[in-house]
């Protein structure tokens, strides 16, 4: 039901062939994630060799999978493309608007109620495309993704930055921003920055307490949450092919805490063993067909330091477990100096609260893993301090854990089993008294732990560990406690010791699950009704942005000249507003509203050159819009840097500001501003942002010889009668150009359908 082995085996009858062309031109041996790319390279970027780090690359992705806060806009756009079905094959995951607060079964009810409409909307949207649906219960996105779609050697494009969950069965997946995910589903390529290599060789075997997530917590305290930006992770080596499936996906998982794009292992015996143990031995059997495309060419392997941009050596029989944190991923502590590091830097010792599961930590060997601790607990008459919460990640995994007794043991342990669902990992957590705001410790098998993500008390001192370490100090109830060391009293007064935790990497009665959450999309979807209310205020359909009108635009207003830092979040912001990402006029209100005015240096304030008066960004901008008068706004450097998200570039153009003129653009808010039909323009010389006064009224120039490579002309009046004529820089192609043309990219592609 849920894999599409027509088009593995597509992917899998071109691999040789372009893995081969992609030798010829590289000229040289390949690691495996240059394989992949290459594999996965658009018609119009296939036979060239690409610059690492620097080259621009067309590719085009096998999959798309969505999680449902992302999920709304990107598939409000797609309707727009004209298109009756996806291009390919996707998925929409509702995992993240469960909020955790009792246990699974009543959390669970009261998300159905809340959510109800969002729900509606994707489950009927999902149908009428040929989109499958993972309801809300179903699992989080990366364990359902893993279980389910990953293969080997494919290249899957996800809304949500743990995507990368994936590479732990050789996929290149990747995080992306809804408008990508629109893309790839209408059709189009999806470009991306020919990423760095950094290769990880991992010797020796884990043991004892050692488990997959301390592999990720040391590269996490090596490479910084810098460390991997523009960077894919490789893993290689004989302790590579020594580690679960499973645990595998949670080192690429948590890859995202280091800023890498993804991370990728090769295909093995274990990934083998993975696919055959959730039900795809065919793929497994097809993988097995390519393996030697499936994997790094053995002379990459035996010289990393020459095919890597850097190389990172980590030996699995001497590593310890580690336990990261507070408050950033990459403050890594070796379980033998924890204890004094908390100590030291005054960190609350008690512990409150231990939380496993989540995307990252949730397969059946992390849950055994912990399980046998748990029993240990009970057999040795412990009783645990601290509160203990268990987030299966999916409901194949929990219905099998169930089954096998592990869920049981956890309860007797006084453990409380939540939604198969994001919860407290994304701040989905009532968590009772943290509006107090005290200073406390909770440790969790997590991936992200800055402050306030799990509860929103920003003294809330969140480390993050293995689901093994996270349960021995929830016993014990203590962040000193060092299990392979310390003795716990039990109550009867005896000093116990716990013993290394066992588990299994996959059940020996196989998975099972009596209802998985799935709903298959329609055959034929051309009758089925998208449900949208008109009257809800989180969900709007979208209307086609206008086509350009033919001719030079004059007379627009400056709306704000935004001085210093203007990233995506100033411009639209997320916290409360995330509520309204599905609802394109409401989430308009927060447009540009973090931005400082250069003129009055204050934030949601500028002049409304109409009345003269100062009022909020949004509110201006709308007063502009219903007298028909179009704006502009001027940026500073690096305009539109932070998250890929769309609304950023949709707001101003929904709300009918024409052109955004900065010193200069981080490049993927500019492409989405081309995407929406704007003018995304920089200075030819950035001191020309000086020029630019509070009341100007501005023409700009060309448009009707809009060509690559050639400038438009701004003309800016001043209030007192002077001019300036700015010389404005751009980056579109052609393709872009018929873009703007058209009013936005997804016009274009349905005028073409
Ligand atoms: S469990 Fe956490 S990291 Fe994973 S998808 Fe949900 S919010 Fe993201």
Redo the contacts with the bound molecule.
Sequence with gaps: MAFDIEMIKEVYAQIPSRIEAARKVVGKPLTLTEKILYAHLSEGAAGQAFKRGTSYVDFQPDRVAM?DATAQMALLQFMQAGRSQVAVPSTVHC??LIQAEIGADKDLSKAKDKNKEVYDFLASVSNKYGIGFWKPGAG???QVVLENYAFPGGMMIGT?S?TPNAGGLGMIAIGVGGADACDVMAGLPWELKFPKLIGVKLTGKLSGWTAAKDVILKVAGILTVKGGTGAIVEYFGEGARSLSATGKGTICNMGAEIGATTSIFGYDEKSAAYLSGTGRSDIAALANGIAEHLTGDSEVYANPEQYFDQVIEINLSELEPHVNGPFTPDLAWPISKFAAAVRENGWPAKLDVGLIG???NSSYEDISRAASLAQQAVDKKLVAKSEYTITPGSEQVRFTVARDGFLDTFDKMGGVVLANA?GP??GQWARHGAEKQEKNSIITS???NFAKRADGNPNTHAFVASPEIVTALAIAGDLTFNPLTDTLTNSEGNQVRLDEPRGLELPTKGFAVEDAGYQAPAADGSTVQVLVSPTSDRLQLLDSFAAWEGVDLTGLKLLIKAKGKCTTDHISMAGPWLKYRGHLDNISNNMLIGAVNAFNEATNSVKNQLTGAYGEVPATQRAYKAAGIGSIVVGDENYGEGSSREHAAMEPRFLGVRAILVKSFARIHETNLKKQGMLALTFANPADYDLIQENDVIDIKGLTTFAPGKALEVVFHHADGTSHTVVANHTYNQGQIEWFKAGSALNLIKAKA
């Design positions: 999680q995992d993240h989080i996105i990366h949500d743990h989540s995307c990252t994001c990992c994304i997590f991936n992200r």
